[in-house]
C-alpha cells in the first residue's frame, strides 16, 4: 500500500490539476505554494514535505472515488487517507504535521480571535464539515502533542497558499527533497 517517491510525483502531476475545493487555484498549485511558503520561512526539509503533501489524501480520495475532484457535503478525512500510503516512505517528522493539520486549524479558531475572519469562505465551510472550533481541553491536548507547533505553521502557510497570481517552483524543484526525507 506503501507509496514510493515517483509515485507520489506521478499522482500530483496528474490529478494536481484538480481545483483545490472552492478556492482559485488547482490543487498543485496549492501545494507548491504552500511548500515554497514554508522553505522560505527556514523549516526543515521534513516540514517543507509536509507542506507539499499535506493535501495528498484529496487526491487519493478522489482516485478512489474515480471524481476529477472531491467536493462534498461531507469531510473526506484527507487529513488521514494518505498516511497509510505514505507511512513506509517518511518519518512522524513529516506524517503528523500532516495529520494534524486541519485540527491546527480547528486550534486556531479557539486560540486567536481573529483567525476564523482570516479564513477563505471555503476554509470557514471545512472547518464546520470537520468539527468546528476546539473547546479549551480539546485545544490544550492538541497543542502538547509532539509535531503540534509545525501543523500550526504548516496550517498558516496552507492558509496563505491559495492566490491564483502567485508563483512557486515547480515541482521538481521538490522531488530532491522528498527523496532527502524518504527513508
Known sequence: MSMNVTEVLDLLERRGQSQYGMEAVSQLAHALQCAHLAERAGETPETVVAALLHDLGHLLAAERDGQKDHNSE?????????LPFLRGLFSDAVLEPIRMHVDAKR???????????????ASKDSLVKQGGIFSQAQAEAFIVQPFAPEAVRLRRYDDLAKDPAKTAPDLGHYADQLQQVAH
Open 74 to 82: 461531507q469531510d473526506d478525512l484527507h487529513q488521514f487517507i494518505a
Open 107 to 121: 486550534y486556531l479558531c479557539w486560540a486567536e480571535a481573529s483567525y476564523w475572519a482570516s479564513l477563505s469562505d
